[in-house]
């Protein structure tokens, strides 16, 4: 019994490790798809773009993936993959673009598992919450809910979530601010 009990379990094994090694490459490819349309959706109109690089977040062990767009040899904008863990079911993962101003162009919505019909309203599929804070530069526009203050309005019966989205921007707007040294 110990003997077919152990051999089962290797095969398994084996077979689980083939199906990882088949499968890893086009899942990758997946994400990196997703990631590219992303970046074009939030800024829109580039012809070219560089290599991905890091920044870390302030106040922040975690660093945020930012993407430079150019148009024509110039820089146009960037789009910033951010995120916060705080969402009402964890971790939600946002990317973001901003003009040479550092208004933000648009945003798209890549990862969340917040609750269906309300806090996935988030996504710009499901609702219009994210194009309020299209053309809006985050040193002028508080980026908080009215709840607390700010100018956001929030998802109805989703605060939680709508917090987890405005901190996710800061996070990003914040690191953007201090690579670009400021803006042009």
């Known amino acids: 019994m110990i003997i077919v009990l152990g051999l089962i379990t290797a095969i398994m094994g084996v077979l689980l490790g083939y199906v990882y090694n088949v499968t890893k490459d086009p899942i990758a490819a997946v994400q990196k798809e997703k990631i590219n349309k992303a970046i ?10 560089s290599e991905s690089y890091r920044v870390a977040a302030l106040n922040d062990p975690d660093s ?24 009402f079911s964890g971790l939600i993962k946002i990317m973001v673009g901003f003009n040479t101003n550092g208004d933000i ?23 219009d919450f994210s194009a309020q804070f299209s053309g809006k530069n985050p040193d002028t526009f508080k980026l908080t ?7 956001v309005d929030a ?26 040294g400021g803006v042009q």
């Open 40 to 49: 074009q959706e939030v800024v829109p109109g580039f012809d070219s773009l």
């Open 64 to 87: 945020l993936t930012f993407f430079d767009c150019y148009k024509n040899g110039e820089w146009m904008g960037t789009a910033v993959e951010t995120f916060d863990k705080n969402g």
């Open 105 to 127: 162009i648009k945003t798209a919505t890549l990862k969340h598992s917040e609750t269906p019909g309300l806090g996935e309203k988030m996504d710009n599929k499901k609702s």
């Open 145 to 151: 809910v009215k709840k607390d203050g700010g100018e």
């Open 155 to 180: 998802i109805t019966a989703a605060t939680i979530s709508s917090r987890a989205y405005c901190r996710s921007l800061d996070r990003a707007y914040q690191a953007f601010k201090a690579q670009k």
